[in-house]
């Protein structure tokens, strides 16, 4: 588990190595490219016309543009290596995360040996909660009725559908409806997952805590234990 996620982070390090060589190799081709205009330049001058000069406008323009581009460059350059370091510090932080038991936002319910844990905020007290659980082929299971009051609600589900049909193991998605007394006052409901992190996974670009067979983001983590 540990591997996987020094792996992720090796690739992600890797391509940042990949864009900072590439940066180098342009840096170069373009300081190249300024001496020989240089040379140029020089060859222009002492060779030109005295009674048609070089514009010095002209001159000055193109010299100020070669340098912008360049410092633009070398500026990338800076921003490649802190990026690397961003992610490498990034990486450590999500691998502390591993063996832990978290809490975080997300709508996913783990279902497994017949047991899930249900988990949902609401923002403010509710007259009517709705909570429905739907399948990996969309089609919605089982449907229950929340806990109305302000603030974290968790309850258990045994696995059985609205028919009291057992249902296999996996992945489900809770959906929340909550409205307030005239039944149009929307009420915030936010759907919580929890699970202990086995692997932290970079190759997407952001932190992802695997937590089994579901993942969640490292910033909607709300509480680790």
């Known amino acids: 588990m540990t591997v ?35 040379k140029l330049l020089t ?37 490649d290596k802190l990026i690397s370091l961003q992610q490498s510090s990034t990486a450590a932080n999500g691998l502390s995360y591993i063996g832990k038991q978290i ?21 403010d007290t509710a007259d009517n909660v709705s909570l429905s659980l739907v ?19 968790t309850f258990s589900w045994d696995g059985t559908d609205n028919y009291g049909n057992q249902l296999p193991d996996g992945v489900y998605t809770l959906n929340i409806s909550a409205t307030g007394a005239d039944a149009t006052t929307v009420i915030q409901a936010s759907p919580r997952t ?10 997407s670009g952001d932190v ?9 983001k490292m910033s909607d983590v709300v509480s680790i234990q």
């Open 4 to 38: 996987a996620a020094t792996a992720n982070t090796a690739t992600n390090s890797s391509s940042s190595s990949t864009n900072s060589s590439s940066t180098n190799t342009s840096l170069a081709a373009l300081g190249s490219d300024i001496t020989q205009f240089l």
């Open 43 to 79: 060859t222009q001058l002492q060779n030109q016309d005295p009674l048609n000069p070089t514009d010095n406008a002209e001159m000055t323009s193109q010299l100020i543009g070669y340098a912008s581009v360049q410092q633009a460059a070398a500026t990338n350059t800076k921003l």
């Open 103 to 123: 809490e975080a936002n997300g709508n996913q319910v783990v279902l497994s040996s017949g047991s899930a844990k249900v988990m949902y905020n609401l923002a």
């Open 135 to 153: 399948n990996s082929a969309g089609k919605t299971v089982a449907t229950f009725s929340g806990d109305t009051s302000e603030g974290d609600h």
């Open 208 to 216: 992802l805590l695997n937590l089994g067979s579901t993942s969640v």
């Open 194 to 203: 929890t699970g202990t992190v086995t692997g932290v996974d970079m190759s």
